[in-house]
């Protein structure tokens, strides 16, 4: 493999140093070097892919990388917020659902993640599943600051404590209606 690696190398600097000039000369001299490229790429990305223990990206199937899955639960984080704010209860109730959903995947996708700062979710969770049951913003604003916080504390104790959420400043869905219609 190594061989094919060096043979490529060596044609792929053969043709550049060949000038463009030349390149242009024909058709088929402009696909020979295109192939020898492209095969130098592919050689080199399937080496360097070989490397990686914990590459998500695998032929198996796609999965989603954790920071990923942190930006969605960011956006549900947002979402419910204004679902809550605006008392659209059947919309809340909607999001944190998915959001729960979220927390299921990322701890069966990626145990690594702390199981004890997981668990930390369950009482915000639960309180704002009370809050919705009760339509009260009062009790849900409540919940959120303690949900916010649990997020918070994960990003802490796992060492990215520079990851802070906070309680939504603004809608950034203007393509979403959040009131109840
Ligand atoms: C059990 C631990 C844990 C909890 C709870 C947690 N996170 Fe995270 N979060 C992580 C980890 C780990 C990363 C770093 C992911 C990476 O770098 O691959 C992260 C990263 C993030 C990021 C950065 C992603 C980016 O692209 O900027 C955001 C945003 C985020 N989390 C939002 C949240 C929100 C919102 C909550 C709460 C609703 C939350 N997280 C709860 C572990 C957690």
Redesign the pocket.
């Known amino acids: 493999m190594s061989e094919i690696k060096a043979l490529c190398v060596a044609l792929t600097i053969h043709s550049i140093t060949m000038g463009w000039k030349q390149v242009m000369i024909g058709k088929r001299v402009l696909i020979f070097l295109t192939g020898a490229i492209v095969s130098t790429i592919a050689l080199y990305g399937s080496g360097f892919s070989q490397g990686r223990t914990n590459n998500p990206l695998t032929s198996n199937g796609y999965q989603p990388?954790?920071?990923?899955?942190?930006?969605t639960?960011?956006i549900?984080?947002?979402k419910l917020w204004l679902a809550g704010k605006f008392g659209n209860w059947p919309l809340a109730a909607y999001e944190i659902d998915l959001?729960l959903e979220n927390?299921q995947d990322?701890?069966l996708l990626?145990p690594?993640?702390?199981?004890?700062?997981?668990a930390?979710?369950s009482k915000p969770t639960k309180a704002i599943g009370d809050a919705i049951a009760e339509k009260s913003v009062a009790k849900f604003t409540q919940a959120f600051a303690m949900?916010?916080a649990?997020?918070?504390?994960?990003?802490q104790?796992?060492g990215?404590g520079y990851?802070v959420?906070q309680t939504p400043t603004a809608s950034k869905f203007g393509n979403q209606v959040f009131p109840p219609k």
């Open positions: 990388h954790l920071g990923d899955l942190m930006t639960m960011q549900r984080h947002d959001m927390f990322i701890a990626y690594g993640v702390p199981v004890a700062d997981m930390t979710l949900l916010t649990a997020c918070n504390a994960c990003h104790s796992i990215r990851i959420i």
